[in-house]
């Protein structure tokens, strides 16, 4: 069963179905092929939504929609931030404009004070990430929650909203959302619903459909500010939606989490450190000897090393099936297993890596242009 599902900590089992009912999501709808055609959505890893249909009915008719995701810079880029990136880049081509938050204030009142150095890890570790897995990052909005704009009007709109927005909620609501409260939570809370809704105001680009990609540990964020929604008159917001993807497994089992690096792999972690890690840390679903693996099989469902090829690293999903059938027969090793996304991820980390180098050059450039 859950044991702790909030936006600053997740332990426990998750159980999906349970917190689907209890948050009021609902199951992803039949999707066109444009979605389809995508991993994550293909293989139900983005199971469920808050009006969807919106973003839907925007991208069939070609009207105008925002993304909008935000991102703590916290520690080291790894492929649980990937799924993300991942969304990103589809919804850029489906048309979206890309909102990216980088909350520094957040990151500051409730991880780490060092401000410089939420700096360098916005900057190096996701947004050079970011260009090198390929989003065109000319036709986003980046930007840090304590610097909104080098545009008065603009910062001043972002910043006037989150004060605006604490009217229209109670301390009681901000307890029975988020548990214990701190007025870092509280303040970060009205920031993020800002973040989630201010691309509608006159400033930006005006009232229109924004979908958030979120795990569910976020949920609360995103049921705070639809209710604040609601109640604030002063602009014509429509309401926004989400959808909710289930977490990439650490490679111990459990959430993948940046504190703990041995429970994932960074983008910029060298192939022979991946493979170490996954060698060490990855979990097995297979037997205890040769023998028992060969006769009674091993388990995918809670095997790291498949879970990792179903979150992208197979795209192939005949090939993903057969794995799936030998590993769980005993025909297909745990080691062997391994092996197949050592070289996965080894192929992949070698390309990505030399497409880091070239994103790095317009790196500098994009952010003096832009005056972030």
Not at 65 to 72: A, D, K, S
Not at 320 to 341: A, C, T
Request: hydrophobic residues 35%; charged residues 25%.
């Amino acid at each position: 069963m859950v044991h702790t599902v909030t936006p600053w900590e997740v332990k426990g089992t998750i159980d999906y179905e349970r917190l689907m009912k209890e948050f009021g999501l609902k199951p992803m709808p039949q999707l066109p092929a444009s979605f389809t055609s995508h991993v994550l959505f293909r293989r139900g890893i983005i199971y469920g939504h808050r009006d969807f249909d919106k973003i839907l009915h925007a991208i069939k008719t070609k009207k105008p929609f925002v993304m909008i995701t935000g991102l703590m810079p916290s520690g080291k880029f790894h492929f649980g931030h990937k799924m993300v990136a991942d969304q990103m880049i589809l919804y850029q081509k489906l048309g979206a404009r890309v909102y990216i938050c980088v909350a520094d204030l957040e990151a500051y009142n409730t991880r780490n004070q060092d401000t410089a150095q939420l700096r360098e890890i916005a900057i190096q570790e996701y947004l050079l990430n970011y260009l090198a897995l390929g989003l065109d990052i000319s036709k986003c909005d980046f930007y840090f929650q304590s610097t909104r704009s080098n545009n008065g009007h603009k910062a001043s709109a972002y910043y006037r909203l989150a004060n605006m927005f604490s009217r229209h909620a109670t301390f009681n609501e901000f307890q029975a959302v988020y548990g214990e409260i701190t007025p870092a939570k509280m303040a970060s809370s009205l920031l993020q619903a800002s973040d989630m809704t201010h691309a509608q105001l006159p400033e930006f680009e005006g009232p229109l459909p924004i979908v958030i990609p979120v795990g569910i540990d976020q949920d609360p964020h995103v049921r705070l500010a639809r209710d604040m929604i609601t109640r604030l008159k002063a602009f014509p917001l429509e309401q926004i939606s989400s959808t909710y993807h289930t977490f990439m497994p650490g490679l111990s089992g459990g959430k993948m989490s940046s504190s703990d690096e041995t429970s994932y792999i960074a983008l910029t972690d060298t192939p022979e450190d991946a493979a170490r890690k996954i060698k060490k840390y990855a979990f097995s679903g297979g037997q205890a000897t040769l023998e028992e693996h060969r006769r009674l099989g091993g388990n995918p469902d809670i095997d790291i090393s498949f879970q990792m090829l179903k979150y992208g690293l197979e795209p192939d999903d005949n090939k993903l099936q057969q794995i799936y059938n030998d590993y769980k027969s005993g025909k297909l090793l745990s080691g062997e297993l391994k092996q197949i996304v050592i070289e996965k991820i080894t192929t992949f980390l070698k390309d990505h890596q030399e497409k880091r180098k070239k994103a790095a050059k317009n790196i500098e450039k994009f952010l003096k242009e832009h005056k972030i």
